[in-house]
């Protein structure tokens, strides 16, 4: 057999060794320093010759240190002459950067699946991109496990009356579709729209919430604050409470005061990105079981499709 080896950068070790750990074995030797610039340094202190690896690093905050870092990685590993380089991205940061979506913009997202390609990865595997079409940007094969397969036992066994899920957005119907088959409930829409430059969105609610406890999905969580307008709008309209499903826990700027708001009961995430701070409403679910279980099937040769049948 020829063997895999599981490295990790420095943006969520306890990610990797928990990952490490579902595989029963542990996190390859490497050297990650910076230089008093802050150039990235990176010297790996085993052997990879002709082994697969899977370097683990989410390009979370600081996104542009993180991004560096795994291409520097990258390239130590091509260049000690590994057989496969898979760069597992649970979070994977300019995924909103998808789209020309005003005059002379870049699309970050392509940008990166560039510098991917061309540092020597080989595949990526991630969780919930932010936009789907961003795996039309590689040239490589990409696995993007769905956050459904977290989530669904969960909230299932919350064991909610009149429960229902909703979707923040227009852009986020067939995320909220898919756990909405999944569980068995109905579905509703929050449709938002800026009537005037700097003024506040207005939220309409697409479906019937009155008396029902509403499961708010998405693939993230960044500032907070078109999740806690949205559930405002949905306790507005009748909602008996109102708890949000978001895969990667971004969490910046004023997104732990706003989660005080009474409008949000509770906020689910995963540990794609690690958490900064605790807070009395977040409940984090660990996703390295399933990559774990993701990178033994890809090194094995086995469909991973079984993983997304929740």
Do not use: W
Not at 19 to 27: D, G, N, P, R, W
Not at 214 to 241: F, Q
Request: with cysteine; proline share 3%; hydrophobic share 45%.
């Amino acid at each position: 057999m020829r063997g895999y080896k599981i490295f990790s950068g420095s943006a969520n070790p306890k990610f990797a060794a928990d990952t490490a750990k579902y595989l029963s074995t542990k996190i390859g030797a490497a050297k990650l320093t910076k230089f008093s610039d802050g150039e990235v340094c990176v010297q790996i202190t085993e052997s990879v010759r002709g082994r697969d690896v899977f370097v683990i690093q989410p390009t979370c905050a600081p996104t542009n240190d993180n991004l560096m870092e795994l291409l520097v990685m990258v390239d130590a590993l091509k260049r000690s002459s590994s057989n496969s380089i898979n760069a597992v991205i649970p979070y994977f940061g300019y995924a909103r950067q998808d789209r020309k979506a005003a005059p002379r913009v870049p699309i970050s997202a392509k940008l990166v699946a560039d510098m991917l390609e061309c540092a020597g990865v080989t595949r990526v595997i991630t969780i919930d991109l932010h936009a789907a079409q961003i795996q039309g940007f590689f040239n490589i094969p990409v696995d993007n496990l769905f956050g459904s397969i977290l989530f669904v036992d969960y909230i299932r066994n919350l064991k909610l009356e009149n429960a229902i899920i909703a979707s923040p957005d227009i852009g986020g119907v067939a995320r909220a579709r898919s756990y909405a088959n999944k569980l068995g409930y109905d579905l509703v829409i929050v449709d938002k729209k800026r009537e005037k430059a700097n003024q506040s969105e207005v939220m309409n609610i697409i479906g019937e919430v009155e008396g029902k406890n509403v499961i708010l999905v998405d693939d993230m969580v960044d500032t907070a604050g078109t999740l806690i307008k949205a559930a405002a709008a949905l306790k507005k309209k009748g909602a008996l409470s109102v708890i949000a499903s978001c895969t990667h826990g971004v969490l910046s700027g004023p997104a732990f005061k706003r989660l005080d708001d009474e409008a949000l009961d509770g906020l689910v995430i995963s540990d794609t990105i690690p958490l900064k701070q605790k807070h009395k409403k977040i409940t984090v679910l660990s996703a390295a079981d399933i990559v774990g279980e993701t990178i033994r099937r890809i090194y094995n040769n086995e469909s991973i499709n079984d993983i997304f049948a929740v």
